[in-house]
């Protein structure tokens, strides 16, 4: 059974930096692609970040290229968003999702996202 447990939301202050965690446990992330999507109320959920496990390639939605850093820790089965110069219009809830050997720009960008699992989703804050 595929399980993804993110932690690390909270309230931020505008401008500082905050990084979420993304835990896989019952599979390992060798062969799944990792995403970050963020949600606010009234819209769709929409791909923020995502990374592949065989390159490293990359893909970051414009609002957030720049800022945020996606990595993968395989050792720790452990997916993260380093979040940096955070802005009002970051907040949302954050989901961490999986999908088995796609591409970042098709996992990211597909609406409505196809995935294999979603995390429960942890609220992030911008606001002073």
């Known amino acids: 059974q595929l399980q993804l447990v993110e932690t690390g939301g909270g309230l931020v202050q505008p401008g500082e930096s905050h990084t979420l965690s993304c835990a896989a446990s019952?599979?390992?992330?060798?062969?799944?692609?990792i995403g970050w999507f963020r949600q606010v109320p009234g819209k769709e959920r929409e791909g923020v970040s995502c990374i592949s496990p065989f390159d490293g390639t990359t893909y970051y939605s414009s609002s957030v290229k720049g800022r945020f850093t996606i990595s993968l820790d395989k050792a720790k089965n452990t997916g993260y968003l380093q979040m940096k110069n955070l802005k009002p219009e970051d907040t949302g809830v954050y989901y961490c999702?999986?999908?088995?050997?796609?591409?970042?720009?098709?996992?990211?960008?597909?609406?409505?996202?196809?995935?294999?699992?979603w995390g429960q989703g942890t609220q992030v804050t911008v606001s002073s």
């Open positions: 019952g599979f390992t992330l060798d062969y799944y692609a």
């Open positions: 999702a999986v999908e088995f050997i796609t591409t970042v720009q098709d996992m990211c960008t597909i609406q409505p996202p196809r995935v294999s699992s």
